[in-house]
């Protein structure tokens, strides 16, 4: 299928994006039905590779050669993936080795923990490459399992597993704590994103302190304060997410825990009612808005929640979001108007901080960075 890009569109793949919106094709009658590697030309010339999803407002571009879209070129993207996160970024056998565009590996994002491969695919067309994916994968990394699974549900993607099909759960380290991981969990199974917050967190907690980990999933934060001699509440709507948290308290040795499954608003409301209080308090909810339209309602969730956790802390906030359609200064402004309802003065601990370095950021393609997370000291 080929599709003429107009000038706007080849001006920004020469920029180095690797997205382009569906309004810079100029034959849009053409678009396939249905998901499929697509040419793009420029005034007729060759442009690049490129996959149309028909459920995306962007097409997303493969490669900027008129090559095959086969074994040798995942091989060759995977390798160098790899390579960048283990020759550069110093991570062993737990990271996100494939994030999407970050690799030119669109619609693919693979999270290895150690032996076991977490695959999330957002396009039809990438479920015929997933067995070439595992071959590759496996060759390069001595992988044994690879989950496959669409990244929305209800995509038409059926989840699969490759390898050995009994082996889906693996315990990774991470700073000073240990985690079990189940692919077949939230997400890939936990939140490498991450990473680097938890573990600069375990600076900041003393022997005693109580910490309260608001979407705590499976106790990420709360196993790094843990082990630093916290008591630790945490709060999570799944139920099955808390039962591997509780088994992740066993693993690290922490005795003093508390986890309480419900709705964080309400359940925070509650313990403001009871007069409880936390040393720290974490806040990472899931992202409270999919869309640039609800925007709005998702700014007012993240003040009450911020409103809520300030009110509850005494010392420190940890505020996090993973929302896309919210920008970095628009989050942080949400924060300051949330301190300023709960009358809690905050000062800003270190710098803005982001995803871990593994979910790769390219500097053309600001879609790729979503993270936010930022450390405030409290002052009551
Ligand atoms: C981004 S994850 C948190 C990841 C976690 N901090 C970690 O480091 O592994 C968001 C979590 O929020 C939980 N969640 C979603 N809505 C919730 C709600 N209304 N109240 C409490 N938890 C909620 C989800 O079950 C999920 O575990």
Redesign the pocket.
Known sequence: MKLQIDKRAYESIQNFSRIIYLKGILNREDLPERDEIVDLYYRDRFVGRAIYNRESPTIKILTLKKEEIDRDFFYKRIKKAIEYREKILGFKNTYRMIYAEGDYLPCIVLDRYNNIGSMQISSKIMENYAPIIYECVEELTGITTLYVQGAKKGDRIKPRIFGDRSDVETIIEEGRGRFKVNVKG?KTG??LD?RDN?IDIEKYIKEGDRVL??????G??AVHCGVMGAEVWG????KK?LEVAEENMKLNNIKNYHFIC????DIMRELIEDGESFDVVIL???SFTKTSKDVKNALRAYNTLNYLGLKLSRRMLVTCS?SHHIDRETFKSTVVSSSLRAKREIKQIGGYRTQSPDHVITMANKNLEYLKCLFFAVEC
């Open positions: 939230h936990f939140f991450q938890r980990d608001v979407c705590c999933y499976t990420g934060f709060i999570d709507i799944s997410a419900g709705n964080a608003f990472d909810p899931p993973c």
